[in-house]
Structures are given as structure tokens and as C-alpha cells.
Nanobody, 120 residues
Framework: QVQVVESGGGLVQAGGSLRLSCAAS????????MGWYRQAPGKQRELVAR???????AYADSVKGRFTISRDNAKNTVFLQMNSLKPEDTAVYYC??????????????WGQGTQVTVSS
């Protein structure tokens, strides 16, 4: 069984910073990529940032230059440093572990989400 657990959300004023953490645990052989997604009320879930095991990163245009994703492969952990936060960044942020090899097969796993609220 694999668990994906996020932490670090909260309430912050516009212009402030938050750091999200996500740890995957369980009978994991390897994880191909880890990413952060977000979903605001009434909107679809969208990719925020993604990082592969080799360190290749991708960001949504709306967060480029403000957010930084990083990963500790040895600990199956991914971080999202969010700076210069804006009210439009308010959403539930979800961590996704992609192509998690467990035994002889693989699955995608999602965390339960962490709320980020940016006040104006």
C-alpha cells in the first residue's frame, strides 16, 4: 500500500510565501515523476508544477518565476516553494506520484490535498 501525504498549506497575505511538502511512503520501488496540481472552487484541477526523477521540471505559465518545485528522490518527497503569492493562487493543492512501481506493476497516487488561501 502506498500513501501520499501533503503538508504546508495555510493562509497567507498576497505577496507572501508558503512551502508545500509531499511524501510518498509504502512498498515503493521507484517513482517516475511527482507533481503538484490545484483546484479552485468551480474550476477544473490543473497542473502547477511537475518534476521527473532526473530533475526535469515543468510549470504552468501562471506560476513561472514565482514557484519552484524540487524533489528528494531518496525520500520520495517533493516540495513546492511558492513566492509572491496572489489571491488567484487560492486553491486546494494536490500532490501526485506518477507511475509508482509497486512490485511488478505501477499506479498513479494522489494525496488528499492541502488548502492554500491567499488574502488580498
Amino acid at each position: 500500500q502506498v500513501q501520499v501525504v501533503e503538508s504546508g498549506g495555510g493562509l497567507v497575505q498576497a505577496g507572501g510565501s508558503l512551502r508545500l511538502s509531499c511524501a510518498a511512503s509504502g512498498s515503493i520501488v521507484s517513482i517516475n515523476a511527482m507533481g503538484w496540481y490545484r483546484q479552485a472552487p468551480g474550476k477544473q484541477r490543473e497542473l502547477v508544477a511537475r518534476i521527473t526523477g532526473r530533475g526535469s521540471t515543468a510549470y504552468a505559465d501562471s506560476v513561472k518565476g514565482r514557484f519552484t518545485i524540487s524533489r528528494d528522490n531518496a525520500k520520495n518527497t517533493v516540495f513546492l516553494q511558492m513566492n509572491s503569492l496572489k489571491p488567484e493562487d487560492t486553491a486546494v493543492y494536490y500532490c501526485k506520484a506518477e507511475r509508482v512501481v509497486v512490485g511488478s506493476t505501477w499506479y498513479d497516487y494522489w494525496g488528499q490535498g492541502t488548502q492554500v488561501t491567499v488574502s488580498s
